[in-house]
Each structure stands twice: as C-alpha cells, then as structure tokens.
C-alpha cells in the first residue's frame, strides 16, 4: 500500500527567496531560479517583498505573462505589464524592473506550484453569467479549495474551503470571519466541476475571473481545520508530512491569514510569516513548528485561539514514502 504517490515535493511546489536587482527585462531581468534539487517550471508565481511594504502578487500561466492579480487589494488584475514576470522558465522565472517583484536590493520571497492533476492543482479561467452555474475544472479529484479572484473589476477575492462549506466563503484580501453567501450555490464542489450562484465576488455577468482549485493529496497536500486552545502548548496537527508551507484563518474572527513560512532557512522556534490580506512587511517569533507529521502550534493567540482554523499544507517531504520509507523530523 502506497503512503504517498507524491515522493518528490518539489516537482510540484517550491520556496524561494530572492534578492531584487532592478534590471529591466531588456537587460536580462532577474532570473531566479527554484532552490530545490528538481528542476520545476512553475504555473502559479505568488511573490511578495518580505523587508518593505508591497502588494502581493500572483502571475499565473492561465492568463499569461505580464499580468497580475493582488491578493491583498481588490483591484483588477494589471495587464501589459512589460516589467513584470515575463517568463515562467523551466526551473523558475524572470522578471523585470517594475518594482513589484524586483526592485534593487529588495528581499522576496515567491510561491512556485506546478499546474497538474496528479498533484491537485488546477488554473481555471471564465466569464460570469450571473446565473447559477458550474464551471469545469481538470483535477479529476474533488477540489477542497477554490481562490476566485474577478479580473475585470475590482471585486474582492473568494475562497472556498472545505472546512467552511458551500454555504460561506471568506476573503483574501480581508481579516473577515466567514460570510454566507451565493457563491457556490450551496452545492459542493465535485471531480469535474464547481458550482457558482449569484455572488458577485464569483460570477458577475460578462466579466471575467481566474480560479485556482486545489485538491489534499496524502503525502503531499492537507486542506482542513483545527480547534485551537488558546494555551502556549498548542493544538498539534496531522498532515501526514513535513510542511513547507502554512496558509492559516480563522473562520470565526477576524484574527488569521498567516502565510509561514516567508524563509526557506528558518528554524523551529522562530517562525517567519507574511500576512496574505495585508502589504505589510515580514514578521518573526514563535510561533508554530514543522514536524515530520504535521504541525504544532507555539502561542496562545492569532493563529492558536479559542476558535476554528482552516489551513492550506503543502509537504518539504512525506511523513512515509512511496516505499514504506519514514521521514525525518526537523
């Protein structure tokens, strides 16, 4: 019995940290290229700068090069933009000297996903209609989160997650607790589609979106929710592997929407974090540490209270390999 049909994480999702150098694509651009020891051509790019504040921003290869969204506004997406990625390559990408992602001696980190079914990740772009609907998807799996950004208009953004139900959603560019609403049609989604309602935030009509849909693949991937306990001896959970990388709301305040870690050589104990809902710059402490199996909580605030979390979990390595193999703690 496989453990994991995923040995190799980073064929699919890498963390890098890069240093801005300002240089215009006409003179090369700054190409950075993906640490690990697997070369990965990257669909999804989600860049924030760590030492200053700057948007987020995501360029995706769906909609094509020199074009953004940012996670933490509302605003449309920015198109034509020459300084901007101009290059999913094929083990990392280039950009230019517009500032947002390379401004010289700036510090940036940069979410890489690899778009693929077999790793539960899928770009899927469409026009509104304003009526319900579903939209196809290609993960031949059930998607367990769907970030839905409008393109067109400035709409705030909508995540859907398994651990709030089709009957809510939340925004990524708000601390908001979870808000009902049409989105979803109060219909789950399924292995081949999605299904939107009415809500403005997904399915205006005439204009246009972008959606990212994820599906938890054992070993690699975990998308679902926690109790925390309020106590400095937190609330310990199972991913069944070694994250790399924590996406963590609250479902119930307004407390949340921690991205850890923002460094790729940090150490338990001292968590790095961004916030995905603000332009803010990079903060550290304790906080949460990575296990080989999952993650355990290191306050008794923010991410730890008395309250429900969702989370998004994507491995360094499995907790057992294909093989039988175990891996190792941190």
Not at 147 to 161: F, G, L, M
Not at 173 to 201: K, M, R
């Amino acid at each position: 019995m496989a453990y994991t049909t995923i040995d190799d994480s980073e064929a699919n999702f890498q963390v890098v940290n890069y240093s801005g150098n300002g240089t215009a694509i006409g003179s090369g651009g700054n190409a950075v290229t993906l640490p690990g020891e697997t070369d990965m051509q990257p669909d999804i790019v989600w860049i924030k700068r760590r030492d200053a504040t700057a948007s987020h921003e995501i360029a995706d290869s769906g909609r094509g090069v020199e074009i953004r969204v940012y996670p933490d506004t509302d605003g449309a997406q920015d198109t034509g933009v020459t300084e901007a990625l101009s290059v999913f390559g094929s083990d990392g990408f280039t950009y230019g000297n517009s500032g947002g992602g390379n401004a010289s001696g700036g510090s940036y980190v940069a979410w890489c996903w690899k778009e693929s079914a077999d790793a539960g990740v899928d770009i899927v772009t469409y026009t509104g209609n304003g009526s319900n609907r579903t939209i196809s998807h290609s993960l031949s799996a059930v998607p367990e989160m769907i970030i839905v950004k409008e393109t067109s208009h400035s709409t705030n953004w909508a995540i859907y997650h398994i651990g709030t139900g089709n009957t809510n959603f939340l925004k990524m560019n708000d601390t908001a607790a979870t808000e009902d609403t049409d989105n979803w049609q109060d219909t789950d989604p399924t292995s081949s589609v999605f299904s939107l309602g009415s809500g403005g935030q997904t399915n205006n009509s005439s204009r246009t979106y972008v959606a990212y849909c994820f599906a938890g693949k054992q070993g690699y991937s975990k998308f679902g929710s926690y109790e925390g306990n309020g106590n400095a001896d937190g609330t310990f959970v199972y991913t069944g592997f070694k994250p790399k990388f924590l996406w963590v709301k609250s479902a119930d305040s307004t407390s949340g929407a921690y991205m850890i870690p923002s460094k790729t050589d940090w150490v338990n104990g001292n968590t790095y974090w961004l916030y995905s809902y603000s332009n803010t710059t990079e903060s550290n402490g304790a906080f949460v540490d990575f296990h080989s199996n999952g993650f355990k909580l290191r306050k008794n605030d923010d991410i730890n209270n008395s309250e429900t979390y969702i989370y998004a979990a994507f491995a360094e390595a499995p907790f057992v390999n294909s093989n039988g193999v175990p891996g190792t703690a941190r």
